[in-house]
T-cell receptor, first 117, second 117 residues
Framework: AQSVTQLDSHVSVSEGTPVLLRCNYS??????LFWYVQHPNKGLQLLLK??????LVKGINGFEAEFKKSETSFHLTKPSAHMSDAAEYFC???????????????FGQGTILTVHP | GAVVSQHPSWVICKSGTSVKIECRSL??????MFWYRQFPKQSLMLMAT?????????EQGVEKDKFLINHASLTLSTLTVTSAHPEDSSFYIC?????????????FGEGSWLTVV
């Protein structure tokens, strides 16, 4: 079984300040973890992914996330928010079980990021 | 809370046949639904945007005649894989946006595993 919990449904920051979007997961197998972003009226876009390599993962647009197994967390951060970062963000876990190349995807319920001028 | 139901969760079909996947919003109306596909060891790829009462908008490279999308009502979108081939075996997932008074939230189905033999 696997699950994803995004701890905040809404996060509001000022432009130029740091962003932290929190994600905790549970999985019976070695997980792959993803962060996706969805801007209004558009489809999902992959920000970054962790697939058992380096625990600190760098993604597009200055975002990064750190896989912490001991804390079962995969929080998304960015040093300085930009207005264009305003969107909805999804944390996703995929557990690899039984030798399959990928497992069932489980999505968090999303965090809406608002960036104020 | 709002739920998106996807059916079937697992389906096996013979090469050359067609298979239909349903995506239902259970307690809200969704004028727009999204269909995604996940290739092995890759992340989700948006296939098309399903619009209630009108033609779907397909992403570049997605065959419209092969992946038929119908959004006949505000709570149901279907994806039909026509003349399926083994290379169509994949994980397909839909999402739908629920509009609330204070904003909107996107909900995902649990996905459908298609295996073509």
């Amino acid at each position: 079984a696997q699950s994803v919990t995004q701890l905040d449904s809404h996060v509001s920051v000022s432009e130029g300040t740091p962003v932290l979007l929190r994600c905790n997961y549970s999985s019976s197998y070695s997980p792959s973890l993803f962060w996706y972003v969805q801007h209004p009226n558009k489809g999902l876009q992959l920000l970054l992914k962790y697939t058992s390599a380096a625990t600190l993962v760098k993604g597009i647009n200055g975002f990064e996330a750190e896989f912490k197994k001991s804390e079962t967390s995969f929080h998304l951060t960015k040093p300085s928010a930009h207005m264009s970062d305003a969107a909805e963000y999804f944390c996703v876990v995929s557990a690899r079980a039984g030798g399959t190349s990928y497992g069932k995807l489980t999505f968090g319920q999303g965090t809406i990021l608002t960036v104020h001028p | 809370g709002a739920v998106v139901s996807q059916h079937p969760s697992w389906v096996i079909c013979k090469s050359g046949t067609s298979v239909k996947i349903e995506c239902r919003s259970l307690d809200f109306q969704a004028t727009t639904m999204f269909w995604y596909r996940q290739f092995p060891k890759q992340s989700l790829m948006l296939m098309a945007t399903s619009n209630e009462g009108s033609k779907a908008t397909y992403e570049q490279g997605v065959e419209k005649d092969k992946f038929l999308i119908n959004h006949a009502s505000l709570t149901l979108s279907t994806l039909t894989v026509t003349s399926a081939h083994p290379e169509d075996s994949s994980f397909y997932i839909c999402s739908a946006r629920a509009f609330r008074g204070s904003g909107n939230t996107i909900y995902f189905g649990e996905g459908s595993w298609l295996t073509v033999v």
